[in-house]
């Protein structure tokens, strides 16, 4: 399985996020990048364009954004953060221990990761290292700094 058929497992919400950002980059998105390519041809000499070459890259770079977001909708897996889990999955709630500090995290797909806000992906190191473990066990996560244990506390 490559890239472009790789399932991508996202809530509902996530989805509409990704579905609203790919709608307005092709709406005005697009739209303000040719305007940019229209105005810098209108200089004349393209040998040394540098608002031209500038307004081609960012074109580039949105069409590749573009053709990602579709691809994400096309594999789109919904999962539901709200049905109880027994073991770690996607879409579980986590509490767990390491080195007498508590944290919480939920397990997400790596399009709707954000660490920060406790959002872990299943294919991070540590949502790895939880997935398919139970309430009261322990795991263990090899990082740069050497090896941490983790006590599962609670998964819902």
């Not at 364009?49 to 579709?70: C, M, P, V, W, Y």
């Not at 221990?97 to 190191?125: F, L, T």
């Amino acid at each position: 399985m490559n890239n472009l058929e790789k399932p991508v497992y996202v809530s509902a919400d996530g989805l509409k996020k990704i579905q609203a950002e790919l709608e307005e980059l092709k709406a005005s998105g697009r739209q303000k990048v040719a305007e940019r390519i229209h105005a810098a041809m209108e200089f004349g000499d393209f040998t040394e364009n540098s608002e031209l070459e500038q307004a081609k890259n960012d074109q580039a770079f949105l069409e590749g954004r573009i053709l990602t977001l579709e691809q994400m909708v096309k594999n789109a897996q919904i999962i539901d953060e709200k049905t109880h889990h027994e073991m770690v999955e996607i879409g579980s709630h986590v509490m767990v221990e390491a080195d007498g500090s508590k944290e919480q995290y939920v397990i997400v797909g790596s399009a709707e990761a954000a660490p920060a806000e406790g959002r872990i992906s299943n294919e991070s190191p540590v949502g790895k290292a939880l997935m398919g473990h139970r309430a009261g066990e322990t795991v263990r996560l090899v990082v740069p700094a050497g090896a941490v244990e983790m006590k599962i506390l609670a998964v819902s």
